[in-house]
């Protein structure tokens, strides 16, 4: 700007003011904006602005095969990648009537619940940076990145793992795999009260939580939450058992509930439902053994392959909450039309949005890292 | 457990309990990444065949098939120099291209590291082999094909035959053809990589009709067949499908079923329908080739076409000798290029050696009208039992039309010229062929003898053994053959359904007499044999007389090649031609040492249909080249 | 209402309101289809969510048909007391592409609506709001709907590196080099080769030559 | 790490010369990078932060506000309204800054190369200094990429800042395709190049003409509440 140029701005006297919360903000998760109206440091207004990582997926999907968007999926959400993977294959699965086979679902719990506790792992350590606190960000990612570790020997990716595709799973897990599960697993259990000392009984982080961005039962019903969200005020509500998909009718788990319905209550879920998910891979680890036979049932040449006409509701419960594909098929080489339905396309927008108006400028990171939002489901 | 704040003072102190715990924190160097990791691209260039299979699944395109001319290129085994070149700037490491690989050669390293600057952009871009990106092996391999992750269906659709006991009496044909069912699962096989239309010596885009077939509109697919085949009931049937040996996914499974693919569009297809089509395209190409490319799609209105085709008509005729493959394909090109052709035909109907030298239990004589019916229908006249030589001379023709086609197949047997070889109970198998698919019946002693190991030799065996059994009720039909059982010459198809259908097959057997007594022929006397060639590889059987045999036969049949009768030449004319170990010798494009003369079809390449197919297109081509230039 | 009421209940929904139609999923016990006419929609989700607790929208997703003209709107309704999911497809036409919106009824619908908006431009009588919001920078048409060619977009938009590295230039003297361009895969063009590979060989959704078969020279008709 | 290549060493006075090599000696070993999370290869960025792969060990630290960043790491694709948020970080960056580029979609597109909504090229739009292959790069891989770029800094050789100044009339082109004609941002690229000193023959050029005819007084940011 030339100084010519500029002008010199005049604001009216008042104490409302205009803010720009990102896109390019270390309160914000990932790359997403919200502008607010305050009055002092009281937002009287909010507004979610997205889109800043649209890639326009489910126009891509409309021009690849059925199968080249096995790697493309994932990219939805980058915390929590596999279930994409999954959710697409079983929306598929259904249209064409492919039964997978037993031992893949049972890997595909595997990969799921690893997913969901690293999510949870790295949600925890971004949620309490954003509090200030830095060192559950470092253990955090760090236990994490142990879980990562596994994922690159089992499917040949850190975070992509494009491990699935339409009828089982791309293959075998490697000798010795299902110990070093055990293994992490047990590490990150046992790092699990290190975690309470530090972050979940830190006063300083009960203090900022408690009370922030409340959600009662009624209004998360009414505003389409799910998810952790959904469970923090008071409804046990899982897909995994509710709306069983994979063997989850088969594993005993259960569905984790607490009463506030704030920042506090959904983090809380969370912590529980870490334990929860080990509790299901250490049931998948001692059942995978005895469960043999294919790991992928067959599909015709993926260059050729036209899925039957029709259309699918595949969801899952990812770590956000209830992810769904909705994928019609008019008989041709590629889908006709995929519809993402990410849990955060709630939480990050409307529920966002109606969460920080009344609070405090301070709590808007609080909130949106306690929702889990993530953007990329958001914009796709 | 209470998640409530109990803080106290004291609680920092816990802090001590990590002193004496192991950092986390790794090397800066980048560690090894794990076994089955998805890491920069391996290709062993040896293996690889540059099909494209790779590029065609990858989703990001970021593959290009990069030529490498240091590399074999061989179109007949399916093999290209062309090799994937990875752009790094779109790949996304999915191993996707691994998987589908037919031939196993693309995997994925271990190594994950390459950074650059802007100036050297251009290593993004890179041609993998068997060394690691950035050189050394220390990497090491990562993700690679397994059995659960191969893409391809590398199995085979069986085709459905006649059981021996419902075939081995009579002359129906063997092959059920494909259902629609295994046809579209078949199809569904190919991964349209091409390498069948670079093998067929037609060059039939059977990647094309392979999708059409595989789309549901069989009609497409008989209009991509016309493109390059007017011979396709025919080699649907008895094809020596190079294409199939050529496919990329025989690599490593059993190739695509390319021509039972073929005869299932064929046959899909009712055969007025087929016969429009064929004619439809006929007319688009001459007009095609008479107007050029047409830019506007306008209906066919047949007004039009007629007076457009009379545009299109050069007015001269050409001559075509003999009503076989290769004639008649010459014949149906030159239509389309705007002559007429007259073809002069021996035999009272056409087909040449696919009508007297195929039996119809593998191509029923119905099928070869059809193909035969669409030909004549495109304006082509034949004339019937016209011999050349006696009826009109060569000369002639020469006189009366532009050009002369000689395509006169190979209608004569060889003789092995042993003793007693030229009894009359020592027949020649073309010869009794002939007679089997003229009159329809065939009169055979009890015990009979062939002497080679071909797919002639297994016509007539299995022929014989049908009559014999329609006769007796009891075959009795000896094949002896030079070669032993792995390297025989026929196919093993053949082999297995004339052991299904009774036929004797003895191996490695010389034949040294035809054994006459009494004027009678009385049996086949054979030596067995050590090797057929000697060290320079040339035909030099040596036998083990103490291995000497008898077969008992009162006919002995002599199936060991056939040469072309060379009768009606002049001598004037046989004079001016030249000849190389007694065939006629031509340039590439068919032209003999005479200007008005071409010769096409196994008279000049040997026995094989679509040869002769291919060599109809290319001599009409190149007639067409020489009257265009002689026109001005 | 348990299970087997609500299956009475969605049986006799069509006596009630005119011309809906039920179909189970065979697949999943879970999932109902229904088909409905589009201005009865609101009626059968007043219903659904009044009588039969199906007070969750999980999703509203748009298809569009563009060879019928139409956009399929569907709504994905899930019930926590029944855990059933009820998919109700309308049908509104492309042209002028509106509808009305459900927000009164189902808040998640305004971000359904809103996005459907944008990228389709079927517009939603009644929505709080119909602004952008994910692309506030987009000028062109609704890029979902199906004649917007991404592609085309792209490659008019946009350039793409030329590679050139040192391998490739010693095989370009050698007489080879790149002979199918990862764009012509992408493109779907027909590129000749000196492989004799026609690229519309080797792509299953690549040419028609059927169009070719019933061209006559307009040359020719023109001096007709 | 290679061994620092003498003949590299600028000439000139011998005073100026050590000044500047103590100079990049110490900007090499204190770079900050930018906090933001462009695309999906940001998700590797928090292990290399933390204490896995501890980037701090090469004095390497996120900074969150682009006043004080050296280094802004573009990590993956950026999508056209990203684009515009990061052209204005770009330029509010202080000299030297270095650009890196990390997977695929940096350089050619990478997955989204159909898509309507991204960026396919990043060095159209700006100077690059270093490219990281991967989709998504592993965090060894970043940590050899951010060693790289540290050798190349202090031998001198990452200039790729200048550029920017240099060729400014090329970039401006670029973004104007992208953003329309009347693209602006509040920094001053050219007064900053004349004050630098860096105007070269591409700074000026029809782009520039373009947007100093359309140069508008900025207005406040418009709230859309």
Redesign the interface.
Known sequence: MRAENYQQQSHPPSNQFELNFGPNHPGIEGNYALQVEVEGDVIVKARADGGYLHRGFEKLMEQ??W??????VPRICVPDPSPMEVCYSMAIEEISGIEVPERAQWIRVLQLELSRIAAHLFTFGGHAATTGMYTPMYWGV?DRDLIL?LF???T??RI?S?YN?PG?????L?DGFLDKVSEVIDYIESRLPEY??LF????VF??RAKGVGVLTQEKSLEMGVTGPNLRATGLAFDLRRDDPYLVYDKLDFEVVVEEAGDAWART?VR?QELLQSIRIVRQVVAALPDIGG???A????????RVPAGESYARVESSKGELAYFVVSNGGEKPWRVHVRGPSAMHAVQVLEELVTGGRVEDVAQTMFSLDACPPEVDR | ?K?????SLL?PL?ALSFLGRA????S????P??????GFHLNQHQECIGC??C????????????????LPNDPEKGI???RP?I??????????CV??CPTSSLS?SKE???????ED???????PNEDSMHGGSEYGG??EK?E??D???LDRQPMGELEPEYRQDNFKEIVNGFTPQQAL?E????????AC??ACPT?M?A??YI?SI?AGDLE?AV??IY?SNPFSHVCGRVCTHRCEDACSIGVRGTPLAIRWLKRYAMDGVAPERIKELAL??AV?NL??R???????????VSA??D??IA?AKTGETIAIIGAGPAGLTAAWDLERLGYHTVVYESRPAAGGMTRYGIPSYRLPYEMLDRDVEIITSSGVEIRYGVEIGKDITLEQLRDQYSAVILAIGLHLGRSTRIPGAEHKSVRKAVELLRLYSENGELTVPRQVVVIGGGNVAMDIARTVARVQRQQYGAVDTTVTALESQQNFLADPEEIKESLEEGVVIKPARGPQECVIKDGELESLRSWGVDSIFDEDGRFAPHYNRSDEQHYPAQMIIEAIGQMSDNQLLSEDITEELEWERGRLKIDSNGRTALDWLWAAGDCVNGPDVVHAVADGHRVAASINDQLIKLRG | MNLSQFEAWLADIDHRIAGVEVTASNLNKRRNRVDLPADKLVLFLEAVKGEASFVHLSAISCVDWIDDGEFELVYHLWSYELNQLISAHIRVSRDPGEYQSIYDLYRPAGFFERDIHEMYGLYFHGAPDMEKFILTEWNGIPPMRKEFDSEEFVEQNFSW?E??????KE?VA??????????E??FSRSVAT?????Q?????S?CD?????????????GG? | MKEIKVENRREGNILSRVFDELNEFCRARSLFILHYCTGCGAIELPPVMT????ME??GVQPMVTPRQADILLITGYVSIKTLKRVMLTYEQMGSPKYVIGIC?C??????Y?QSYATAKKL?EYM?????????M??P??I???L??LIR?IELG??N?WKKYYENYDYYLGNQQKLFGDEWQTPVDVIGEAEHYGLVGEGTYGEHTEILQRVQQPLKPLEMRL
Not at chain 2, 290 to 300: D, R
């Open positions: 690849r095969l199968i080249q968007n096995i790697s493309l760090a570790d690159e020997e089992f040949g990716g992509y494009i595709l089982g799973v791309r293959r075998e490697p309470d000392n979940f009984r830190n006063a009960i203090k809380l912590r294919e790991l992928r067959p599909i015709p040449n993926p260059l050729a392959w | 457990m998640y409530s704040d109990d803080g609680r816990r950092a986390v924190t790794e800066l160097d980048p560690r990444a794990a076994d089955g990791y998805r494209s299979s590029q065609k699944i990858c989703d990001n395109a970021a593959i290009s098939m990069v030529k490498v001319p240091s290209r120099n062309l070149a752009d790094y700037g779109r790949c996304c490491w999915c191993a996707l998987d589908i994925l994950y590291v390459h950074t650059c600057t802007q952009i251009d290593s993004y871009f890179m041609l990562g993700w397994s659960t992750s893409l391809l269906n699962d199809a569904s096989r190919c991964v349209q990589c091409g239309h670079d060059g885009n990647p094309e999708r595989y497409q209009r991509w493109q439809e395209q688009v007009l095609e008479e107007f050029g490319e047409c830019s506007a799609p306008v209906e066919i039009d076409i007076d457009a545009v | 590196q590679y050139n590295p040192e391998w490739l095989l050698e007489g080879g080099g790149v002979v199918i361009p990862c764009e895969q992408r000196d492989h004799g590979i026609d519309q060989h080797s792509n299953w690549g030559v059927s169009s070719k078969l019933c061209r006559i020279d307009s040359k020719y008709r007709d | 204490s896995r792969f501890d060990r090469l695929s940096t350089v050619n597109g990478g997955m190369w060095d100077p690059v200094d270093l490219y990281i292959a991967g989709c790069p592993r060894e891989a940590i050899s990429g060693r790289s190349n050789e990452s790729n």
